[in-house]
Structure formats: C-alpha cells, structure tokens
C-alpha cells in the first residue's frame, strides 16, 4: 500500500508516545540550560531526548516502512563536524520531517537575509508543495530578522506560516501579512531574544520552541558550533528550543574567530554587559549545544541568496554630503571628536551613500557599532579610514562575499559579529555614544517617525533596530529622500508630512532630519519652532501633492506656547 504524506497530526494516545520517545516537549522551558558562571560551561539539561528518533512504523507521521537513514557523510562535512559523536547524527532532511508537526513553534537561525538554514526548510517546502498540503501544514515562525527569499518567502507563498516574528523582508510574506494569513507582530531586535526566553511568544506551550534549525559553518571537538554570517538571535533561539538540528555549510569557509557569542541570563541573574570599545569581547568565539538536544546533522551546499548593491543616487549623495557637513560643524564645536564616535548605519542606497561619502571625506580612525556590515565598510577598510566594526551580521553581495573571503586574513581581525541583544543593546549604544542613522517610510514637522507602516496601516518589514538606536544614542539621526516615486500620483509621494499615519520614533527620540534638500536640526527645540526648521528639508518647490499640506501644516502650528502635537484637524489636510 502506498503512503501519501496526510496533514502531520496524529490522534492524541499517539501524540503522547511520540512526545515521549522524542522529546517534544521539555518540561520545564524556562529553565536556564547554561552555567550563569561562564558561556561556555552547561548545566545538565532538564528533558531527555534520544539522539535521533525514528517514529513507529504504526505512527501515521511518517511511511509504515520509514527507518532512519545513514547516508555516508562527504569529505567536506566529515573536515568540518570534529566531535565523532556528532557524526553519527549525520542525516537527511527526509528524516527530520516527523519533528515538524502542523502548529509547530520553530526557530531558524539568520539575519539579514544571511546565515539562515537552507536544506531543512527548503524540503519542508517541497513536500508541502509534492503533497498539496498548502494551508494544511502550518508553523509558527521566529528567526532573529530576515531570512532567505529562496526560504521563507516560499513558505509564505506555500501558506505554511501562522504566525512570524519580529522582522521579514519578501513580497509574499508581505503579502501574506497584509492581507491577515499570516499573524506578523514586529519587536524591538534588542528585545526579541529575551521575550523568547520569557516564553511570551509560545505562551501556549508553556513557553519555549519545539525545534530550532540552525547554520553552522564549523562543528568543534566539544560539540559546539561555529557560526556563518550572522549571529541574530542564534543562542536564545537554540536556549529556547527542545531540539536543535544543524545545518553544517560546507560551501562557506569556517568563521571561526569572528564571533562573540554571550548566552543570555534571566532576570535577576542578568549582568551588564562589560563593553567600553568596539573591540572588546565579553563571550565565546563558538555557541555551545547540548548534544543531548541535538536531533540531526544535515550537510548544506550552497552559499547565502544575497542580491547586488544599487549604487547610490544623487539624492542620496547629497544626504550623505550634508550628514557630513554636520558631523565638520559638531567637531568645530568640540560636541564630537576627530575620529567622530562610533558609526551605526541602516540598509539601503542612502546608508551606502553615507558610508561612501566617509571614505571620501577627512575623517580617520573611524569604528562602527551596528547591526549590519555591508560592502562599502569594505571599502572603508580598504582606505585606511575604518579601524574596527562590530555588528550581528555581515551582508555582502555576492561579488562582496568573494572580496571577503578573498581578503580573509586582511579582514577577520578588523570584524566582530555579535549576538543581536548585544549589537542592538540600548545599554551599551548609550555608554559608547554611537551616531545613528537610519532610512524612515515618513516624518512629520514634530520630528516622529513611522518606520514600519505604509499609509498608517500597510506593513513594510517591521520595526527592526531603528528604535533601539535612535532612542539611546548620543545622535540620533533619520535621512530619508523628501519624496519618493509613486505609481499614482505624479509628483511622488511626500516623505516629510504634516503628521506621521504611524509613530514608531516619538519627537522625543530624534536629534536631526536630513532629506537632499537640507538637514534640521531639532535638538532642543520647542513643538512650534520644530515645523519652522523643518523648512530646510522640506519637499521642493513643485509639491510632493497638489495641495501644499506642509505649509498650511505649518500655519496650524502657534506662533509661541507648547501648542499642539497635531495639526488639528487632522482630516482636513
């Protein structure tokens, strides 16, 4: 009789004893599974979960005739798992399907769209696609950010994902959002990992995640494992999970040496995080695994999906040319030094626009604490002007990709990738005094910010680590085009508007708006003379819409007093 793969559920005498042989559920998913006293000692796990578990040839979780595959392991995988005892958990995907229930809580590793697993989720996916199981075999979904289009954004046009968090990037998921298929909500980067621990996000299981699937580029003799291109949220996921299947990428060189991995402690055991320099280091350079926990080792074999670099345009050069006019004014005035202080930057044409123009200007001795190293740091490397960089992730191009690897030995030493708790950790963002700078969807004459939401209510990616830098840091500085193409209006879209549709930065948290046309600086300044500042980097003289919302937005404003935060009424503009 043949089998044909039905929705993985299975009737609850069932659920119970595969639960019981494989370990799905840990009983206490809160407990700590790490030494408080070092990142690198661990505490007996409090669950028991076999190796690798086969499920009963009666169980309709899998075919009657389903035994463990042994596939022999290549050259390649055998060079990078060192620990023999992790060699024989070598497997295939196919072998893992069982741990993937429907309404299953899984992690994956990944940030940026670098990093994440490839093997396990893209085979999840044929088998969702082979069986016609779309919208049948669903899972709840957390990784640090971003992951791989090739990956999730499948998943998302499969309708195999419930729910995600906290950041994603990709047309289907996107529209999977937007249009209530997929339950989204986006957190604070520095905040996620430890709400994942706090088991907020899995309050229906008592807390905790089933699996976690994880890319490593390294298997060391202890069992731990050297991480890719990103850290993320890595640790907290895997602390977080009952069983950890690693995906061990042998077309990636190792990144042993260029993390610094911390495991995180819960409340009231947290420490500060003893970090005065860019270049300090506080953890380990490896991420220790319970073996116990760990359930498979599938071989990866092709590199991160990362698209090219858009070169910069010229409104984003002018924003560059103006940002560092501004960081010559505030040396003059001894508000920073020579070397400027530690540089964060987002994603995008004006962030590379940015970092260009640095290359170009006076400054040296610069460092960078951010969550993303992208290929114009390269650049900056290259100069002489860039000494170190700290971050969660290294976000190549491809041709970006071949000169770091190229360049290994030229670069390692001058690279730290970190756990995101600590790259975006308000703590230290404030302690060493970094500039931020970041790209908002809007802002209004009061200096909010919308970061996330499209006309108050379309979600574009979440809200990332925008807020975690803009809150805490020494400036905190938001550069945005002042306006931007539109399909349907001819004069674009405004990106400075009278009130912001959505606040996700309030007037509180921003320092300086800097748009092609000119910067404002806003520090200081009271509600009525933020507006009259504004004027510098106002829309053009043609108007971004027929109507010229900003001005009449502006005459709204008293001329003196506290006055209003909004331009009333609101509607009429």
Not at 163 to 184: L, M, T, W, Y
Not at 456 to 462: E, I, P, Q, V
């Amino acid at each position: 009789m043949s089998w044909a793969p039905p929705l993985l559920t299975a009737p609850p005498a069932c659920r119970l004893i595969v639960n019981f042989v494989c370990g799905l559920r840990n009983p206490s998913p809160f407990s700590p599974f790490f030494s408080s006293s070092s990142p690198t000692n661990l505490r007996s796990p409090v669950f028991v979960a076999p190796a690798v578990c086969s499920p009963s040839s009666h169980s309709p979780l899998s075919p009657p005739t389903h035994t463990m595959a042994s596939p022999i392991a290549s050259a390649a995988l055998k060079a990078r798992v060192r620990s023999p005892s992790l060699l024989k958990k070598v497997c295939k995907p196919e072998d893992l399907l069982h741990h993937f229930p429907h309404g299953a809580y899984i992690g994956w590793s990944g940030f940026t769209g670098v990093g994440y697993p490839k093997k396990v989720p893209t085979f999840l996916a044929d088998h969702v696609e082979q069986n016609n199981l779309q919208g049948k075999l669903k899972y709840n979904l957390f990784v640090s950010a971003s992951s791989g289009v090739e990956t999730e954004n499948r998943w998302a046009e499969l309708d195999m994902i419930q729910r995600r968090s906290p950041h994603q990037v990709g047309k289907a998921i996107s529209k999977g959002i937007n249009e209530g298929r997929i339950d989204f909500f986006d957190k604070h980067l520095s905040m996620f990992p430890l709400d994942l621990l706090y088991g907020y996000y899995s309050k229906e299981r008592g807390g905790g995640l089933d699996v976690a699937v994880v890319e490593a580029t390294d298997i060391k003799e202890d069992g731990s494992i050297i991480l890719g291109a990103s850290v993320g949220a890595s640790p907290e996921i895997v602390q977080a999970a009952d069983k950890v299947i690693i995906e061990v990428n042998t077309s990636l060189p190792s990144f042993e040496g260029l993390h610094d991995i911390t495991i995180t402690e819960l409340p009231p055991h947290r420490k500060p995080y003893q970090i005065t320099g860019v270049q300090d280091r506080i953890g380990s350079t490896s991420l220790p695994i319970p073996p116990e926990k760990i359930i498979g080792i599938v071989e990866a074999d092709y590199r991160d999906m990362t698209g090219p670099n858009t070169d910069a345009d010229e409104n984003s050069v002018r924003i560059a040319n103006h940002l560092i006019e501004f960081f010559e004014h505030e040396v003059k005035h001894g508000r920073l030094p020579e070397n400027l202080l530690p540089l964060q930057s987002g994603i995008g044409n004006v962030a590379n626009a940015i970092i260009g123009g640095l290359d170009k200007s006076n400054f040296k001795h610069l460092t960078v604490w951010t969550e993303v190293i992208q290929d114009t740091f390269l650049d900056l490397f290259d100069s002489g002007k860039l000494d170190f960089a700290t971050a969660t992730s290294v976000r190549f191009s491809p041709d970006g990709f071949k000169r770091f690897y190229d360049n290994w030995d030229k670069y390692h030493s001058k690279i730290l990738l970190r756990n995101q708790e600590v790259s975006n950790s308000p703590e230290v963002i404030r302690r060493l005094g970094i500039i931020g700078m970041n790209t908002p969807v809007e802002v209004d004459i009061y200096a909010h910010a919308n970061s996330t939401c499209v006309n108050g209510s379309r979600m574009l990616n979440g809200l990332g680590g925008s807020a975690d830098f803009l809150r805490s840091s020494k400036y905190s500085i938001m550069h945005t085009p002042s306006t931007r193409p539109s399909k349907t209006d001819p004069h674009g879209v405004s990106c400075i508007v009278p009130m912001c549709t959505h606040v996700d930065q309030t007037e509180h948290d921003l320092d300086v708006i800097v748009t092609e046309n000119g910067l404002a600086d806003v520090r200081g300044l009271a509600p009525p003379a933020r507006p009259r500042d504004h004027q510098e980097v106002r829309p053009p003289s043609v108007p971004a819409h027929p109507h010229p919302l900003l001005r009449e937005g502006r005459e709204r404003v008293p001329a003196q007093g506290h006055g209003p935060r909004a331009p009333p009424p609101l509607q009429q503009l």
